[in-house]
């Protein structure tokens, strides 16, 4: 429900403005469409947004239906037909909600402290319930079931001018990220959050379950060893290392990691560039397939 982190950062500053949002969901879908069930674009009241679900039309549409929404306090179930059946587009049903600032955004602020278990919502009466497991997102008797997920959660070993690309492009895809250095440099700036060590071993005794993937970028075959025994004792789903083939294998057969399914190295797939943009992109659409089931 959260994975996209500009929706933490929408309502929290929506809160420090004062203002209340609307949230509309796509609850379902037929046939080929942009925005799958689960996506979500949020609107407060003076108009700002976060989130894309379709077509300029559609979405000024939901701007317009937020606005009268905030005036009648009452929730909105709307469908988007395609006009032309030859056109390969699909229709999608959406449920437009609103959240107040008095009630400390309602449901929507109540999800905020129930990460990893599923929200429930009924369409008709506004009626919900939290369920202690995760479910796939579905309608089904007029409720939808939405699994509340926080920001997908990047962790990057090393600060060099050559992480600068990566962190961009994880912005990018609102992943939330993390940098891991002994001596931090000043090009990773743009990341959530910088964690600076003290001494190298500090790394074997930190909590690294938040983050769902990592990305070994320091360029060191010292730290290197000590940061991935910390990461394979973890729960990470991703764990990606930057080097030569032929020191990769060795690394593989090193750890013991011929049947790890987590470990990608060299990491990133193989698109063909060299430069720091194309090494970002590789690496970032290998994470997002593994994050995806695709590999």
């Known amino acids: 429900m959260f994975l996209n982190k500009e929706y933490l950062k929408f309502i929290e500053d929506s809160k420090q403005k004062g203002l209340d949002i609307v949230g509309t969901s796509v609850i379902e879908t037929l046939g080929s469409t942009f925005a799958k069930p689960g996506n979500m674009m949020l609107v407060n009241s003076i108009g700002e ?52 600032l008095s009630e400390n955004y309602g449901v929507l602020g109540l999800s905020l402290k129930n990460i990893g278990k599923t929200l429930v919502r ?46 961009e492009m994880a912005n990018i ?40 993937a990592s990305v070994i970028l320091s360029h060191s075959p010292k730290t290197d060893d000590i940061y991935l025994r910390a990461l394979l004792d973890s729960n990470v789903e991703y764990i990606g290392m930057m080097g030569n083939k032929k020191n990769m294998q060795s690394k593989i057969e090193q750890f013991g990691l011929e049947n790890d399914r987590r470990f990608f190295a060299p990491v990133g797939f193989d698109i063909g560039g060299n430069t720091q943009q194309s090494i970002a992109l590789s690496i970032c659409s290998q994470i997002e397939a593994r994050k995806n089931g695709k590999i």
């Open 122 to 167: 009924s369409i008709k009466d506004n009626s919900y319930k939290i369920l202690n497991e995760e479910c796939n997102t579905k309608l089904e008797y007029d409720e939808f079931y939405q699994t509340i997920k926080s920001p997908y959660s990047l962790l990057v070993f090393g600060s060099g001018v050559h992480v600068k690309a990566l962190i």
């Open 173 to 212: 895809m609102a992943w939330k990220t993390t940098i891991i250095d002994i001596k931090m440099n000043k090009y990773v700036e743009d990341a959530d959050k910088l964690i600076e060590l003290e001494k190298l071993e500090d790394i074997l005794t930190m909590d690294l379950s938040s983050y769902t």
């Open 49 to 100: 947004f976060t989130g894309v679900l379709g077509s300029p039309f559609l979405h000024n549409k939901i701007l317009e239906i937020s606005k009268n929404i905030l005036k009648s306090k009452e929730s909105y179930i709307f469908e988007s037909v395609a006009q032309d059946e030859s056109s390969g587009h699909g229709n999608s049903k959406y449920f437009s909600q609103p959240f107040f």
